[in-house]
């Protein structure tokens, strides 16, 4: 088990002891991780003594995995017969909060979309279908992606057709941020994934910083 603190993240300790901490448990590649991210990461002894930061509650990446099929209807569709963006959106919306309540089982607001891209169109009668899973859990917030495929109802022909990253905050019944559980990640397609959602977190972190300059 190899423990990580971001420096982001340390700063905001300083206010809330053991509360504010992020951990993730990287199983077999715990090593390649911290030393791709040297930049990003200090590993942090003094994090192992936060009894807290211990006992934090991990999830693995499947705990939260969801799927969602729908049909392409008449109404969901342009002038071309092609499933219109911004259902999709929705859609993609919906599944995304689906795996960020699962993993965290609070209430959760969407935070940001990002990374949509549409490759191909999804046809009038065919089927939308959306794929969610974790890539990364911070204090409160849960980076989720979600890939979209179509499926000929007729021949059943399989084509991935968009792709979307989106960031959720878990929150109480006031609208403020609470903890998540960290999340726990094994093989080498699950710890990319987290190494690169923390890389965008941490441009998403300076680009948000920046934003609120003006
Ligand atoms: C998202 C929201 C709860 C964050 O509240 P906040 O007071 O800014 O909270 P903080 O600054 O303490 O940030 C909390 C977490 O959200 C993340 N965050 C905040 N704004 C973000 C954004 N625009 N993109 C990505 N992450 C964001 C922070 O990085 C932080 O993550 P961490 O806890 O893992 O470190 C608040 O901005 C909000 O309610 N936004 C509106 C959400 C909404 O209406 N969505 C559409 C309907 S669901």
Same mark, same amino acid.
């Given at each position: 088990m190899v423990l990580y603190q971001d420096s982001s993240v340390a700063h905001k300790s300083e206010q809330l002891p053991g509360k504010s901490f992020f951990t993730s448990t990287v199983n077999k590649v715990g090593s390649d991780v911290l030393g791709c991210n040297a930049s990003y990461y200090s590993m942090n002894? +003094?994090?192992? +003594? $936060?009894m807290k930061m211990k006992n934090r509650k991990e999830k693995k990446v499947d705990d939260s995995l969801a799927e969602m099929t729908q049909i392409v209807l008449p109404n969901d569709t342009n002038m071309l017969g092609h499933l219109l963006g911004g259902t999709l959106m929705h859609w993609i919306d919906l599944i995304g909060a689906v795996v960020a309540n699962r993993h965290c089982r609070s209430l959760v607001v969407t935070a940001a979309m990002e990374g949509?891209?549409?490759h191909s169109p999804i046809c009038l009668g065919h089927l939308a279908i959306l794929k969610g899973r974790m890539h990364f859990s911070g204090t409160s917030s849960m980076e989720v992606g979600v890939e979209v495929y179509s499926e000929d109802?007729? $021949?059943?022909k399989h084509a991935h057709t968009s792709s979307a990253i989106l960031t959720y905050v878990a929150v109480d019944a006031k609208g403020q941020p609470v903890p998540v559980p960290g999340l726990s990640v094994t093989g080498d397609e699950e710890s990319t994934r987290f190494r690169e959602a923390m890389k965008r977190r941490e441009r998403r972190l300076k680009r948000l910083k920046e934003n609120k300059k003006f």
């Amino acid at each position: 088990m190899v423990l990580y603190q971001d420096s982001s993240v340390a700063h905001k300790s300083e206010q809330l002891p053991g509360k504010s901490f992020f951990t993730s448990t990287v199983n077999k590649v715990g090593s390649d991780v911290l030393g791709c991210n040297a930049s990003y990461y200090s590993m942090n002894v +003094a994090c192992l +003594a $936060s009894m807290k930061m211990k006992n934090r509650k991990e999830k693995k990446v499947d705990d939260s995995l969801a799927e969602m099929t729908q049909i392409v209807l008449p109404n969901d569709t342009n002038m071309l017969g092609h499933l219109l963006g911004g259902t999709l959106m929705h859609w993609i919306d919906l599944i995304g909060a689906v795996v960020a309540n699962r993993h965290c089982r609070s209430l959760v607001v969407t935070a940001a979309m990002e990374g949509l891209d549409f490759h191909s169109p999804i046809c009038l009668g065919h089927l939308a279908i959306l794929k969610g899973r974790m890539h990364f859990s911070g204090t409160s917030s849960m980076e989720v992606g979600v890939e979209v495929y179509s499926e000929d109802t007729l $021949s059943g022909k399989h084509a991935h057709t968009s792709s979307a990253i989106l960031t959720y905050v878990a929150v109480d019944a006031k609208g403020q941020p609470v903890p998540v559980p960290g999340l726990s990640v094994t093989g080498d397609e699950e710890s990319t994934r987290f190494r690169e959602a923390m890389k965008r977190r941490e441009r998403r972190l300076k680009r948000l910083k920046e934003n609120k300059k003006f």
